[in-house]
């Protein structure tokens, strides 16, 4: 019933910049804690960043200066800028979001397909 979409991914060159979106939809109360993780080839997967529906956020310190993470509560919707990408920053990305859907049960984990960001000159 709840689903997360993720757009943007793609191609870029090093240095480039690429802008990754996520929508949360379906049998949705109230959305907490949204965010990014990323799992490059051969490598576990990492959080890149989380945001609280209060603003507040936490990044990896590898992209601490280069990325930037936003969301739009009304929409259920969050965005990720990454600029000055480095060829290690290439992986598959995935939207999370921790999720109730009623207002009495306890919230749960949901997770998007991801998407490809590749970078190579």
């Known amino acids: 019933q709840v689903q997360l979409v993720e757009s943007g991914g793609g191609l870029v060159q090093p240095g480039g910049s690429l802008r990754l979106s996520c929508a949360a939809s379906?049998?949705?109360?109230?959305?907490?804690?949204m965010g990014w993780f990323r799992q490059a080839l051969g490598k576990q997967r990492e959080l890149v960043a989380i945001?609280?529906?209060?603003?507040?956020?936490q990044y990896a310190d590898s992209v601490k200066g280069r990325f930037t993470i936003s969301r739009d509560n009304d929409k259920n919707t969050i965005d990720l800028q990454m600029s000055g990408l480095k060829p290690e920053d290439a992986a598959v990305y995935s939207c999370?979001?921790?999720?109730?859907?009623?207002?009495?049960?306890?919230?749960?984990?949901?997770w998007g397909q991801g998407t490809q960001v590749t970078v190579s000159s």
């Open positions: 379906g049998s949705i109360f109230s959305v907490s804690t």
């Open positions: 999370y979001a921790l999720i109730k859907t009623n207002r009495a049960a306890a919230p749960s984990d949901y």
């Open positions: 945001i609280g529906n209060n603003g507040f956020t």
